[in-house]
């Protein structure tokens, strides 16, 4: 069974560009969540997709982050304009009834 | 709110001994899962273990078993024999009503396996 995939692997912008990340998740997976993780610390939640719904976006700063799921398979988030503190890696992980699991990760860094 | 809190920033352990990581965790919802993931230093994050507040038994997966006691609130790993390969960061984390909901995580545990 393939796993999540996730793609750029590395990706390195300058402040107030834009950039987006994509992920395709294990097949079948209903639930979709995209996680940001800062160095030294543990992944934060940022959206959570059930199919192509949001149920939880709480933490998402949606005045820069933006995040679509529109056929209920692959998913993308974007960031516009990117910020210094925007410098983190990005998971992606799905679900269908238990354990999440967890793509390669997309590390950000915003010089 | 729940908060996970793991209160060893690293831990050393000898090849083929036995490790336990501590994981505590700070909820009122009855219903909730503990999860325990692997970070080596490449960077993915690898399910190790889950274990739901309802499960009358701990979980085992291999070498990795949750000793999960519920009155304590806590939700230890522990990593039986282990490897030079086990050498990575340990999340805790824990989700509210079920495996599929936000998963919360604590700050991780350094774990070093010294030949």
């Known amino acids: 069974e393939a796993g999540v995939a996730q793609s750029p692997r590395y990706k390195i912008i300058e402040k107030r560009q834009s950039v987006a990340f994509w992920c395709n998740p294990i097949?079948?997976?209903?639930?979709l969540y995209w996680y940001q993780q800062i160095l030294g610390q543990g992944p934060k939640l940022l959206i959570q997709?059930?199919?192509?719904?949001?149920?939880?976006d709480s933490q998402l700063p949606k005045d820069r982050f933006s995040a679509e799921r529109l056929k209920g398979v692959d998913s993308t988030l974007k960031i516009q304009p990117a910020k210094l503190e925007d410098s983190a890696v990005y998971l992606c992980?799905?679900?269908?009834?238990?354990?999440?699991?967890f793509g390669p990760g997309t590390r950000l860094t915003v010089l | 709110a729940q908060k996970i809190t793991q209160t060893q920033p690293g831990m050393f352990v000898q090849e083929k001994e036995a490790v336990t990581l501590d994981c505590t965790y700070d909820?009122?919802?009855?219903?909730?899962?503990l999860f325990w993931y692997k970070q080596p230093s490449s960077g993915e994050m690898i399910f190790l273990i889950y274990?739901?507040?309802?499960?009358?038994q701990n979980a085992t997966e291999g070498r990795y078993s949750l000793n999960f006691q519920k009155a304590r609130k806590s939700a230890n790993l522990v990593i039986s024999a282990s490897q030079l390969g086990d050498s990575a960061m340990y999340f805790c984390?824990?989700?509210?009503?079920?495996?599929?909901?936000?998963?919360?995580f604590g700050t991780g545990t350094l774990l070093a396996v010294q030949p």
């Open positions: 997709f059930q199919n192509n719904g949001v149920v939880d």
């Open positions: 274990q739901g507040s309802y499960d009358q």
């Open positions: 984390a824990g989700a509210h009503g079920g495996a599929t909901n936000k998963l919360i």
């Open positions: 909820t009122s919802d009855p219903s909730y899962g």
């Open positions: 992980a799905s679900s269908l009834n238990s354990g999440q699991y």
């Open positions: 097949s079948g997976h209903a639930t």
